[in-house]
């Protein structure tokens, strides 16, 4: 599995925007980016996905890079609920319905 | 919306032990999985099925493991004679369908809330 490098924590005020960086150097042409988030005390919780072009819903923006190396999760007004740890996935589509593999993610902590 | 349930929240168990883990997907899923998380780890995968059979499992997932689909609702992880090391949370998991292709490939996992075991 290609991986990803994420910074372990991040910190950030409410109601600012928030941008949780994600490496993936050895990325392969047919790797979709995913992004999870786990809340205390729940189970994971999809985010947002996508390949080349950036990304938006209801949830966040995922911004990704020319090269596909990197990509940025990007929560534009942050909350309280937004405090959760963020993992940054690759997926290759021509794998079909596989496991998902999780990093340790960025733990990010929402200061009121 | 929909959402995946897992009972219990909270299971406690003697050492050698058996238990059974109890989860119901979203209806219209098909593709189903277990994950563990041991305290302040990493979530790690334990086993995927699809179509009454294991598609994939992890080194993790050895004999004393099993998964089955009783009914058309449940999805159960059983662990034959636990022991210390299997306390963690466990996740149930489903997907909406399954194939290759990004369209498959690319659909949300959906997570329960985990069933947390505790081994004494």
């Keep these: ?112 | 919306e929909p959402e995946v349930t897992q009972t219990p929240s909270h299971q406690v168990t003697q050492m050698g032990q058996e238990v059974i883990l109890r989860c119901v997907p979203i209806s219209n899923h098909l593709y189903f999985y277990w994950y563990r998380q041991i305290l302040g780890q990493k979530v790690e995968f334990l086993v995927s099925f699809y179509n009454n059979e294991i598609s994939e499992k992890s080194e993790i997932f050895d004999d004393q493991f099993s998964v089955e689909r009783p009914d058309g609702s449940n999805f159960t992880l059983k662990i034959r004679s636990t022991k210390l090391e299997d306390s963690a949370m466990y996740f149930c998991a489903s997907s909406e369908s399954f194939g290759v292709g990004a369209t498959y490939s690319n659909q949300p996992q959906h997570f329960g809330d985990g069933t947390r075991l505790s081994i004494l």
Excluded at chain 1, 23 to 37: A, K
């Design chain 1, 1 to 112: 599995d290609a991986k990803t490098t994420q910074p372990n924590s991040m910190e950030s005020n409410e109601e600012e925007p928030v941008h949780l960086p994600c490496n993936h150097s050895t990325i392969s042409g047919t790797d979709y980016i995913h992004w999870y988030r786990q809340l205390p005390s729940q189970g994971p919780e999809y985010v947002i996905h996508g390949l080349t072009s950036n990304v938006n819903n209801r949830m966040a923006s995922l911004a990704i890079a020319e090269d596909r190396k990197s990509s940025t999760l990007i929560l534009h007004r942050a909350t309280l609920r937004d405090a959760a740890v963020y993992y940054c996935i690759l997926r290759d589509w021509n794998q079909g319905a596989q496991k998902l593999v999780f990093g340790q993610g960025t733990r990010l902590t929402i200061n009121p």
